[in-house]
């Protein structure tokens, strides 16, 4: 049982290259989400999923995109990077009871220069 | 509009005394879910403890425990006995079940545990 896992674990890109990250879960949960996490700043909802075939959009979803073919899988991807998304990224599922917690992969850390 | 707010940057506790990490949080939803998160310097997110809104009781979990007042809408975390491994960042987040189960996170807070 890996929980949830991301790949890759650094990335960094100069601007205007584009990537995706990946997020995969093993425990069937039906919510997934994307976050960003700046100094100071806690962590930002970028997008998020409440089932297979679903997104959308939260807190900061500007030049990003996501995508959920699979109920185990949730990517994002930055079609054209900026320095300004240079960020630590998380992804995390959860069960759909209130008192579920979120499961959070390692992290990605990305540096656009 | 759902907000939280973490309003200590970072504090000083020394081993062995208990410490209070301040969250108060901002909703209209009838139901929600508040949840504590400890993040170290590792940068893995670690779930603490759950406080469901209609809970009569505070949460406990180990040295963990939740100071839920409900009518001042905070949900203070208590850590009792600190240690030198609890020295980290600490997230309060509330959970928003008529908003499609998405979660509010607070700026966080740094605590170092003195020896």
């Known amino acids: 049982n890996a929980g949830v896992t991301q790949t890759p674990k650094f990335r960094v890109l100069k601007t205007g290259q584009s990537m995706t990250l990946l997020c995969a879960q093993d425990?069937?949960?039906?919510?997934m989400y994307w976050y960003r996490q700046d100094p100071g700043m806690g962590l930002r909802l970028i997008h998020y999923?409440?089932?297979?075939?679903?997104?959308a959009k939260g807190e900061v979803p500007d030049g990003y995109n996501v995508s959920r073919l699979k109920k185990q899988n949730f990517l994002l991807g930055l079609e054209s990077a900026a320095p300004s998304q240079t960020s630590v990224y998380f992804c995390?599922?959860?069960?759909?009871?209130?008192?579920?917690?979120?499961?959070f992969g390692p992290g990605t850390r990305l540096t656009v220069l | 509009a759902q907000k939280i707010t973490q309003t200590q940057p970072g504090m000083f506790v020394q081993e062995k005394e208990a410490v209070t990490l301040d969250c108060t949080y901002d909703?209209?939803?009838?139901?929600?879910?508040l949840f504590w998160y400890k993040q170290p310097s590792s940068g893995e997110m670690i779930f603490l403890i759950y406080?469901?809104?209609?809970?009569?009781q505070n949460a406990t979990e180990g040295r963990y425990s939740l100071n839920f007042q409900k009518a001042r809408k905070s949900a203070n975390l208590v850590i009792s006995a600190s240690q030198l491994g609890d020295s980290a960042m600490y997230f309060c987040?509330?959970?928003?079940?008529?908003?499609?189960?998405?979660?509010?996170f607070g700026s966080g807070t740094k605590l170092n545990v003195k020896p």
């Open positions: 995390a599922s959860s069960y759909t009871g209130e008192g579920d917690t979120q499961y």
């Open positions: 425990m069937n949960h039906e919510y």
């Open positions: 999923s409440v089932g297979e075939g679903t997104t």
């Open positions: 909703t209209s939803d009838p139901s929600y879910g």
């Open positions: 406080q469901g809104s209609y809970d009569q």
């Open positions: 987040a509330m959970r928003a079940l008529y908003n499609f189960n998405k979660f509010y």
